[in-house]
């Protein structure tokens, strides 16, 4: 009798340890779940880059970088994601709160590129000079 005392005890604590571990790692799973969901996918990297990059180039028009700028602003404006605002530095500037510095001469042309990026992938900074 008293050896099958002790081989209930010893199969319940097996049990109790076998529901730690399985609680354990359902746990793991779900923290390791949401931390993989706050990386964008390649596809939103790209669609979030493409509202910028199509304003690019190395003789872009005044009118089409007040277009950007607008483009910036409300992309600041809209977000709350540090990762996701971009700022414009060089002739005309804008900063991640959205506020403008300048503005384009319709009549000017402007190289528009790209200087900075996240480690996600995104468009952190864009420079903006006139051409002469």
Request: no cysteine; net charge negative.
């Amino acid at each position: 009798m008293e050896n099958a005392s002790k081989a209930l005890i010893i199969a319940g604590a097996i049990l109790l340890a076998i529901l730690i571990i399985s609680l354990g790692i359902m746990i793991y799973n779900q923290a390791s779940g949401v931390v993989n969901n706050n990386a964008m996918t390649e596809v939103e990297v790209t669609s979030f880059n493409q509202k910028f990059v199509q304003y690019m180039g190395d003789k872009v028009r005044g009118a089409n970088v007040n277009s950007l700028l607008n483009a910036v602003k409300t992309n600041n404006m809209s977000t709350d994601d540090e990762s996701e605002q971009v700022t414009v530095t060089g002739d005309v500037q804008v900063d991640k709160t959205g506020k403008v510095t300048g503005s384009a001469s319709t009549g000017k042309t402007y190289k528009v590129e790209a200087t900075k990026y996240t480690t996600g992938g995104l468009i952190e900074t864009i420079t903006i000079t006139a051409n002469t």
